[in-house]
């Protein structure tokens, strides 16, 4: 089973940016679907950002125009550019992998926080 580590959380100022990695354990070469979601505290985990291996992006209304998704091939990182943070984006963001007929796999997540 493919395993996701992401990296680049931390803690940075209002107006801010943060680009966040996610690396699988191998290459995938099947068609897939790739994302982010975050789950700030006391709060639902909810949708941030995907990407396919066909490069089709989604994002959600509150990162729309602040984020970036974005993935090279099989072989490198799953990233996600974020300008212009806000003391709300502060969450814990983890990455998702969708492989068909498969379960999501997760990440373990990586804290970003956002002072204001």
């Known amino acids: 089973q493919v395993q996701l580590v992401e990296s680049g959380g931390g803690l940075v100022q209002a107006g801010g940016s943060l680009r966040l990695s996610c690396a699988a354990s191998?290459?995938?070469?099947?068609?897939?679907?790739m994302g982010w979601y975050r789950q700030a505290p006391g709060k639902q985990r909810e949708f941030v950002a995907s990407?396919?291996?066909?490069?089709?992006?989604n994002y959600a209304d509150s990162v729309k125009g602040r984020a970036t998704i974005s993935r090279d091939n099989a072989n490198n990182p799953m990233y996600l550019q974020m300008n212009s943070l806000k003391p709300e984006d502060t969450a814990v963001y983890y990455c998702?992998?969708?492989?068909?007929?498969?379960?999501?796999?997760w990440g373990q997540g990586t804290q970003v926080t956002v002072s204001s």
């Open positions: 191998r290459s995938i070469f099947s068609i897939n679907t």
């Open positions: 998702y992998l969708d492989l068909s007929r498969l379960p999501r796999t």
């Open positions: 990407i396919t291996s066909r490069g089709m992006t």
